[in-house]
């Protein structure tokens, strides 16, 4: 068995493990545990005895303490799934070696062009392997990158001994992209003070600001009737549902913003005449502007109702995730100490924000604060996805360099 960082990522997509928003079990597709038992296997190789696959899909394993001081107990954390945007079945990974600039076509879908204009990062990969799928499917760099990158780092603090650290947990997670990542995992059994999950994009970013997000469903009861007798009477669901999305502000939506600006997202829709529903997602870094782009919805929703008397609405909002910052900035070093990893590991630090969210996020509120530490992968979610293999070892260095640095100010 090989166990450099590609080599590992290179094993782990080529197993699909996409999940499945549709799904009530958790985790919500078998095959997420495909990669879980290789996982455990590798773990259990490396010399971590205690790792385990338990019922839900989650893997757990243990790094020992080496030191004779307490430390506290930090987690590295990825996930196994995939997205569901995009097809993760029959992964052919590509490997560009000595990249010399310029675009990237990928050979199973000639259409499918890694264009530099429209991803500047490759600018700074002259000289570096660019692994990619090869255009039919996702590569899954998110988060098998992660993954890759934690298994890695802890063989190697295995394999020097002389490298002093605290104990160190590892948890891999299920159903992330489908916002269910921790919701069966047991904190008590991880153990964990203080956790990193290793799942962000370009080299030597760490993130300690996600958005707050919620979602929301808004069922809309029309009035069907026989389209030949429908005269004064009918109100169609579907012309309803219709007029609401149409009445999205053009200036608050994902295509449209940008930074530190919220959205909001139709996700889906479901109608026939009788009755429409409505699925979107709402986003912010201030909760404040979560809650006023909900009740600009909801008034919009209001206002296309007031030309259908016969009909009714539902507006239902559920709570996601909350902005993790609230809790890290209560414990400064976790992103302190982080920063300093990543300038050994040779990079400029850089902290940012997501426009989006993490695992960490919900840890965070559950009790165990969570920044996000780059992967290196690049246009997920999609067909284009890239990482090259120099910033996986850079992620590497930076998690064995973070452990470190933990047992040493401690």
Same mark, same amino acid.
């Given at each position: 068995?090989? &166990?450099?960082?590609?080599?590992?990522?290179?094993?782990?997509?080529?197993?699909?493990?996409?999940? @499945?928003?549709?799904?009530? =079990?958790?985790?919500?597709?078998?095959?997420?545990?495909?990669?879980?038992?290789?996982?455990?296997?590798?773990?259990?190789?490396?010399?971590?005895?205690?790792?385990?696959? @338990?019922? %839900?899909?989650?893997?757990?394993?243990?790094?020992?303490?080496?030191?004779?001081?307490?430390?506290?107990?930090?987690?590295?954390?990825?996930?196994? &799934?995939?997205?569901?945007?995009?097809? #993760?079945?029959?992964?052919?990974?590509?490997?560009?070696?000595?990249?010399?600039?310029?675009?990237?076509?990928?050979?199973?879908?000639?259409?499918?062009?890694?264009?530099?204009?429209?991803?500047?990062?490759?600018?700074?990969?002259?000289? +570096?392997?660019?692994?990619?799928?090869?255009?039919?499917?996702?590569?899954?760099? @998110?988060?098998?990158?992660?993954? *890759?990158?934690?298994? =890695? *780092?802890?063989? /190697?603090?295995?394999? +020097?001994?002389?490298?002093?650290?605290?104990?160190?947990?590892?948890?891999?997670?299920?159903?992330?992209?489908?916002?269910?990542?921790?919701?069966?995992?047991?904190?008590?059994?991880?153990?964990?003070?203080?956790?990193?999950?290793?799942?962000?994009?370009?080299?030597?970013?760490?993130?300690? !600001?996600?958005?707050?997000?919620?979602?929301?469903?808004?069922?809309?009861?029309?009035?069907?009737?026989?389209?030949?007798?429908?005269?004064?009477?009918?109100? +169609?669901? $579907?012309?309803?549902?219709?007029?609401?999305?149409?009445?999205?502000?053009?200036?608050?939506?994902? !295509?449209?913003?940008?930074?530190?600006?919220?959205?909001?997202?139709?996700?889906?829709?479901?109608?026939?005449?009788?009755? *429409?529903?409505?699925?979107?997602? $709402?986003?912010?870094?201030?909760?404040?502007?979560?809650?006023?782009?909900?009740?600009?919805?909801?008034?919009?929703?209001?206002?296309?109702?007031?030309? /259908?008397?016969?009909?009714?609405?539902?507006?239902?909002?559920?709570?996601?995730?909350?902005?993790?910052?609230?809790?890290?900035?209560? %414990?400064?070093?976790?992103?302190?100490?982080?920063?300093?990893?990543?300038?050994?590991?040779?990079?400029?630090?850089?902290?940012?924000?997501?426009?989006?969210?993490?695992? #960490?996020?919900?840890?965070?509120?559950?009790?165990?604060?969570? *920044?996000?530490?780059?992967?290196?992968? %690049?246009?997920? %979610?999609?067909?284009?996805?890239?990482?090259?293999?120099? &910033?996986?070892?850079?992620?590497?260095?930076?998690?064995?360099?973070?452990?470190?640095?933990?047992?040493?100010?401690?």
């Amino acid at each position: 068995m090989t &166990d450099t960082v590609t080599d590992r990522f290179l094993r782990y997509v080529v197993v699909d493990t996409q999940s @499945d928003p549709t799904s009530t =079990t958790q985790p919500s597709t078998e095959k997420q545990k495909n990669l879980g038992r290789i996982l455990v296997d590798e773990l259990l190789a490396i010399g971590l005895p205690d790792a385990h696959l @338990d019922e %839900h899909g989650y893997v757990y394993a243990t790094i020992p303490s080496n030191v004779d001081k307490p430390v506290p107990v930090i987690c590295f954390c990825s996930h196994m &799934d995939t997205a569901p945007d995009f097809t #993760g079945t029959n992964v052919k990974p590509q490997m560009l070696r000595d990249y010399r600039g310029g675009d990237i076509r990928l050979a199973g879908d000639p259409q499918q062009v890694i264009r530099v204009d429209e991803h500047p990062a490759l600018r700074d990969q002259i000289g +570096n392997d660019i692994i990619t799928s090869d255009g039919t499917t996702l590569l899954g760099a @998110d988060d098998k990158a992660g993954l *890759a990158e934690i298994v =890695t *780092a802890a063989q /190697y603090l295995i394999d +020097n001994p002389d490298i002093r650290h605290g104990t160190i947990k590892l948890l891999f997670t299920t159903d992330e992209e489908i916002g269910r990542g921790v919701d069966k995992m047991d904190l008590k059994k991880l153990g964990a003070e203080f956790a990193y999950t290793v799942d962000g994009e370009t080299a030597g970013h760490i993130e300690d !600001e996600t958005f707050s997000a919620d979602g929301v469903e808004i069922v809309i009861q029309g009035v069907a009737i026989h389209p030949g007798f429908a005269f004064d009477k009918m109100e +169609n669901a $579907i012309k309803i549902a219709g007029a609401i999305i149409d009445r999205l502000p053009k200036d608050i939506a994902p !295509e449209t913003t940008a930074g530190r600006e919220g959205f909001i997202h139709p996700t889906g829709v479901s109608a026939s005449m009788e009755k *429409a529903t409505l699925g979107l997602i $709402i986003r912010d870094f201030d909760e404040t502007g979560l809650a006023d782009k909900e009740h600009m919805l909801e008034q919009i929703v209001k206002d296309v109702m007031t030309a /259908y008397p016969g009909s009714s609405y539902s507006f239902t909002v559920k709570h996601q995730y909350r902005n993790m910052k609230t809790v890290l900035d209560r %414990h400064p070093q976790i992103v302190e100490f982080a920063v300093e990893a990543i300038g050994r590991a040779g990079m400029t630090p850089v902290r940012g924000s997501i426009r989006g969210g993490t695992d #960490g996020s919900r840890l965070s509120f559950m009790g165990l604060p969570c *920044a996000n530490l780059f992967a290196g992968g %690049h246009a997920f %979610h999609s067909p284009l996805e890239w990482v090259s293999r120099q &910033d996986m070892e850079k992620s590497v260095k930076t998690l064995v360099e973070l452990a470190k640095i933990w047992a040493e100010r401690s």
